[in-house]
């Protein structure tokens, strides 16, 4: 690849053309290998609109910069003074209607962003806390109750995608096994994977975003509108009644977050839990590493697999002025991509980067986010479940090994994985 010296500098080459929808079909360790040209090459480069089904790009639809390196990205993540979100939060644009209904705050900046996030931060107390780490263990055990005897099966189906799916229905105080339980699950798991042919069913990507997220907002509403009046001990309930600045969430916030909710904990950390068992299974070295003291490494297991195969690959921000990165000059009003999954393999910050190694030191990673007020609320939360999972899973199944080959959502915004085949030597 070469790098072409034009006004705003890219790779001229139809390989690295991330703008094609075709490029996201592509393996990950290819794609890998064309962000690492970027970083060396051309780390802030620019880019033609996406081949987008959300608003299609026509003649006027402006291009993107990304940033490929860790520090670019934390830089552009941390300025609010410089760069926002409320313009858009991934590389295509949204509708306005579906953004403002669908991101919640992770779309909002200064006061509006402050209140909401506090409001909902408020519901998160010590108390609360621990309840929710109590509920995330129990499901946790259960879960490995009644898959452990099975032998082997679809791991995704009988357990990454349950464990974030019935927490997020406790989340609601959803009874296990009723419709709404599947809504909420089924749901969350399409709602972020628009381009994916498994998950739109036929469905445009804007059809296929707005229709899911509609789906979690309806019982959102429901159940917040019985909590008001008789409050559970749910999450629904603490966020209905959470007050912060004298305010407290309408029901179009309150629907709003519930749908960012299930897409941004659920989802994100059902893929998590995948790729760690994925990694644990291809890399034989670390799992032996693992399983000689579970507790002690479970957090280190989490942690490398956030930034070896972390589950979002990009955010967006835009800039307001004038400015420049990584030397290169950007308009006000121009986009920028932060491409984490390309951060988190920076050799400049993790040298061999490509290896997964549970004893690397990893707390600067970027997949709860590169710093800044948009900093992921939950980031707690979603290392607890990961590590429940591989607490209860391995002490149970320690020799549970891949299958079969895994099958990855297709997708610019999510890295998921959709089926993991799986088998293991049942208890005795």
Not at 231 to 247: H, I, M
Request: glycine share 8%.
């Amino acid at each position: 690849m070469s790098t072409q010296v034009t006004q705003k500098p890219t790779i001229d080459d139809p390989a690295a053309d991330i703008s094609a929808r075709g490029f996201w079909e592509r393996p990950y360790e290819e794609r890998d290998d064309v962000f690492a040209t970027f970083r060396k090459e051309c780390p802030v480069s620019w880019h033609r609109p996406y081949e987008s089904t959300l608003l299609p790009p026509d003649e006027d639809t402006p291009g993107f910069w990304s940033l490929w390196r860790w520090a670019d990205c934390r830089e552009v993540s941390r300025d609010v003074s410089r760069f926002v979100s409320g313009k858009g939060i991934v590389m295509e644009d949204f509708p306005e209607i579906v953004q403002i209904g669908a991101h919640s705050f992770l779309a909002m900046d200064g006061t509006d962003h402050r209140q909401q996030r506090g409001i909902v931060h408020t519901a998160f107390t010590p108390r609360n806390v621990k309840k929710i780490e109590s509920w995330i263990h129990d499901h946790a055990r259960e879960l490995v109750e009644e898959m452990q005897d099975k032998g082997e099966g679809e791991f995704c189906q009988l357990f990454a995608k349950e464990l974030p799916g019935r927490i997020f229905a406790h989340f609601f105080g959803v009874e296990q096994g009723t419709e709404e339980q599947q809504i909420l699950m089924d749901a969350a798991e399409k709602m972020l994977a628009w381009d994916d042919p498994e998950a739109a069913q036929g469905r445009d990507a804007i059809t296929t975003h707005a229709e899911e997220a509609m789906r979690i907002q309806d019982v959102a509403l429901e159940v917040a509108e019985k909590r008001r009046e008789k409050p559970g001990d749910d999450l629904v309930s603490w966020v209905v009644n959470a007050e912060f600045e004298g305010r407290k969430l309408e029901d179009w916030e309150i629907m709003s977050f519930f749908s960012l909710l299930g897409s941004a904990a659920n989802d994100t950390t059902r893929h998590t839990i995948a790729h760690a068992v994925r990694l644990l299974s291809e890399h034989p070295d670390q799992r032996e590493l693992f399983l000689s003291d579970i507790d002690a490494y479970s957090g280190k297991v989490i942690e490398e697999t956030l930034r070896h195969s972390g589950p979002i690959q990009h955010f967006r921000r835009t800039a307001i002025v004038d400015t420049t990165i990584g030397g290169v000059d950007i308009k006000a009003g121009e986009k920028l991509v932060m491409w984490y999954c390309s951060g988190n393999r920076d050799e400049d910050v993790f040298p061999d980067a490509a290896k997964f190694d549970i004893n690397r030191e990893t707390k600067n990673h970027l997949a709860f986010g590169a710093g800044g007020p948009h900093f992921c609320i939950g980031s707690a939360l979603g290392r607890e479940m990961g590590k429940a999972a591989l607490q209860h899973i391995y002490k149970t199944m320690p020799d549970i090994d891949l299958a079969g080959d895994p099958v990855y959502v297709v997708s610019n915004f999510l890295n998921g994985v959709h089926h993991l085949p799986v088998r293991w030597t049942p208890p005795s």
